[in-house]
């Protein structure tokens, strides 16, 4: 095992340098008020469970693992049921949730009792910070946002990040032949050789209201939730009922963040897709922004969305 990790070393020194950013394909539905989900097929990632998941992905329902949901509105979890049963296997999927929703102990203890057939689901609340491990080099964090209004100590709405964790050699080391590391590693062991890096290669923001820009800052794949184009409809709504963002407010934002690629959803079915497209052009081009957009539709199932083009003028 060691004469290996050695030998890559030497063959390739920056093996353990480089951020491995596979090109992930990204599906998803987003529409407010009716329904949001996101799969990620490489990492067997789900990202909330609106009405409609399992119908949309059919069998490649099969290969989501880790289900993370925002928050309890309904919009964002009522495709649970139907998923669950049709993929429940011994330890998956492993669901987890704000902590303090009740909402979906509500649902586990339902479907329990509805499909009392299906089991090896587990469900798990969890808090602020939360460190999910999803495979051996990328663990999940969940981030609290403020779409629900509630005390510090109380979870009720999250974003989630996914990292990537690699292990790179400490600087003093590059250049060694591979007996050399060999020889370091029998001495003073892999671990004070190298130093982990930790990249977020993805970020899903839940709903939320654009108030904390450093939260979203350095990550390669931004989904970010834009239920508004305007300005009036956004006061409103935050006003009565619980927080949202507007397109504008969230490229201003991504205009100073180092983000990589960015993906807006949950846009309200009010809007006609020309009006949403020329919105994102018009506001690109005012704020330069020049990383890929992409945008998910009211009403359609959006595949592989990264395979497609991007919407703004990226030259
Ligand atoms: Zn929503």
Known sequence: MLRVWAEVLTRDPQYLQRSIIMKLTITGYSTALFSTWYFVEELGLLFDAGDGITAALLQKARKIDNVFISHADRDHLTGLLQFNQLNAREGFPKIFYPFNSSSFPAIETFSKNFDPHVS????KGIKENAHIQIKDDLYVQSIRNNHVPAEKDVFK???????QVKNKLKKEYAGLSQEEILQR??????ERMTEQ???NILTYSGDTPVD?????????????EATFLGEQELNHANT???KHSNLEQVLRMVSRLNIETLILGHFSSRYSNEEIDRS???LCDQLKIKIPVYRVLPG?????????EPINNTI
């Open 120 to 123: 090896g689901t587990t469900w």
């Open 157 to 163: 709405s999250f974003g989630y990040q996914v990292y």
């Open 185 to 190: 590693i029998a001495e003073i062991g892999k």
């Open 197 to 199: 890096i930790r990249t």
């Open 212 to 224: 904390d820009p450093e939260r979203w800052n350095n990550t390669k794949i931004l989904i970010h």
């Open 240 to 242: 009565h009922r619980n």
């Open 280 to 282: 994102i052009r018009t």
């Open 300 to 308: 359609e199932v959006n595949r592989n969305i990264l395979a497609g």
